[in-house]
């Protein structure tokens, strides 16, 4: 995380705090969810910190063990989620905030439910001719 | 080539040598001139002509209380200037580096706070001095081309100076390669033009209070 | 050769990763391309969609050091299987093949991918006296890169050397050693500079090629954007020392220990443009200013050639106090002969005839 304290704290904060709420006003809208990459910000520890305080938390908390855990806090405002992916080493590498009903990684997609789908048919008909058998 | 490595490499190298050539050939050149014979005989011996020498430079900083009403505004402002310009180049972390990197010798700095105040206060005297020189008619006639090139010549490293501490308009390597450019300009055209008052301002006061000394008059 | 139909999505989920993980790795690489986040979906699904891309790498003048860093960079196991996807059809230090039978590979490779190959190449190409300096199975590097690059999608100048012309091309440049764009017109290429570059610079590339069919955002030297767009002093963590005048004067001391600014150690970061500042070495371990040693500009051109690494930016090459004392000599000898001069032209000065 890189260390830049060139900028006041609370400006960003106060900053980044509008930028999600025009986000939900989007969302509200038109259905359109959206996200803010924070590792792409100039964003010391300390205000990470401050804006992790300020969105507080609410009461969802979802972990992802997918190449890594990932973590997905819904704060104290409903929609807008703290997500914070790591790799298997355990280094985080992206953290965003999103403005969704729900992320979307964590839905499950089409493609893996046919597969699990195909698989579990394939478990019942293995079952059916072992009981035959 | 790159703009900078020609500005930190051959340009750097052309221009010190082209200023110390000149530097010596011009004091050579004037120390060497004819003087008018002194016939009288000293009056003091040539410890109290040396010491007037040293006291006439340092009386002469200041202009004499007759004259200080005519000349007041030019001088002040122009000692902010000099004295601004002083600071900046002495007392500013990056010059005290290239000095060091020259002579080895390094000496504290001041916090970049007061260089930037000081560089603001140098360049704002140096084009009030300007417009002086534009708007008296008698500064306005006796100008000439030596003075308003020595003028910009001063004018570019300074602004490209603040440009480049404040890492602004441009990008770093360009502001850096402008910046030693323009003082690698202002080295070349030093020893010939009126800037080489950096060395005769005090070789001329030291001179003529020695020869005053010699005469027994005030120094 | 032969070419595989499944697509990134079927392999990666006959390996048991989900489209979860999938979307996961296009998050982490939207993010190091500097894309906007709501980019990843569209990442996501265009990786799944896609066909193997085929690579043919060609080394030139150069050490190794480049394909090492690649090599040595562990990627967490999703990376890795995504960029075995990627298939390295040629490449002369990792295949198993050699002599004829490499030769072999790599026109068949060609020959499968018409127009559609990535030509990736590290090492400089030397020119002079026709190209004899490298050659590669007796054939000079500049007629394979002049033919290879002609059946290309793009190429990829891999490293500072294959980029600018790098450590080779330093003075006096004895085999005429130049960047792949001086050789090559006509043909996108993507400038990977760094000596060697940061591994994950090579994986964003790849990654947004395959997702977007075309190259990421280049600047004028065609580095790209995402990576390149800053240098190493506007993202480097000492920058605060900088901005408050705290310098390390010498290696080890006080302030060098205190983790200072390395500016008048020879620190060239305000002139780099790299991202070793921000992704950093061995994922994410350090980079040579958080280890203590002031950047070297190794992704910018003709960086052998800046001088001492050790003069700090405000100074460069000194004329050595011979040379000044010649020039002085010359200075004493021209001003006492003009002097002179004057002297004999003017007999008694005026004010003294009375």
Known sequence: MRDFNFLADDILVDALLAEIAGLLQIFLDDGVSGSIDLLGLPLSASCLAALEQQLGKGEITAVLTAAG????????????????????????????????????????????????????????????YRKRA | MTLLAFARGPALQAATLIMIAGMFWRLAGILLLRRRPAHAAARHSLLVRLSGGARTIITRTIPRRNFWPRVATGVSMSYVMHIGLFVILFAGAPHILVFHQITGLSWPNLPKGVIVIASALTLAALVALLVRRLNNPVLRLLSNVDDYLSWLLVFLPITTGILLSGETVAGYGTLLALHILSVEVLMIWLPFGKLMHVALVFAGRGVIGFNFARKGAAT | MTQYAETLGEMLARRGFGRRSLLKFAIVMTSSLALPPGMAPVMAANLAKAKRQ????????????????????????????????????????????????????????????????????????????????????????????????????????????????????????????????????????????????????????????????????????????????????????????????KFAKSFDDEGARQGWCLFELGCKGPTTHNACASLKWNNGTSFPIESGHGCIGCSEPDFWDQGSFYTSLAGGSATGWRNAGIAAAIGLAGGAAAALSARSKSSVPPEEKI
Not at chain 1, 82 to 105: K, N, Q, Y
Not at chain 3, 220 to 234: N, S
């Open chain 3, 54 to 245: 085929s690579v043919i790498w060609l080394s030139f003048q150069k050490c190794t050091g480049c394909l090492e860093t690649l090599l040595r960079s562990s990627a967490p196991t999703i990376d890795a299987l995504i960029f075995d996807f990627i298939s390295l059809d040629y490449q002369e230090s990792l295949m198993a093949s050699a002599g004829t039978a490499a030769e072999l590979t790599l026109r068949q490779a060609v020959a499968a991918n018409p127009g559609e190959y990535l030509l990736a190449i590290d090492g400089s190409v030397p020119l002079k006296d026709g190209g004899v300096y490298s050659l590669t199975g007796g054939r000079s590097n500049v007629s394979m890169l002049e033919e290879f690059a002609s059946g290309a999608k793009a190429i990829l100048a891999i490293g500072t050397c294959a980029a600018y012309g790098g450590i080779p091309k330093a003075h006096p440049n004895p085999t005429g050693a130049a960047g792949v764009e001086d050789v090559i017109s006509g043909k996108p290429i993507v400038n990977i500079p760094g000596c060697p570059p940061v591994p994950e610079v090579l994986s964003g590339v790849l990654v947004y090629f395959v997702s977007f069919g075309r190259l990421p955002d280049l600047d004028d030297r065609k580095r790209p954007l995402a990576y390149f767009g800053t240098t190493i002093h506007d993202q480097c963590y000492r920058r605060p020392f900088y901005d408050q005048g």
């Open chain 1, 69 to 128: 855990t990932s973590e997905f806090r819904e704060t104290s405002f409903p929609g807008v989620w703290w997500s914070s992916h790591a790799d298997e080493t355990g280094r985080i590498v992206a953290m965003l905030i999103e403005v969704a009903a729900v992320p979307e990684i964590l839905l499950a997609a089409q493609e893996d439910m046919r597969r699990g789908h195909k698989r579990l048919l394939e478990a019942t008909l293995v079952n059916k």
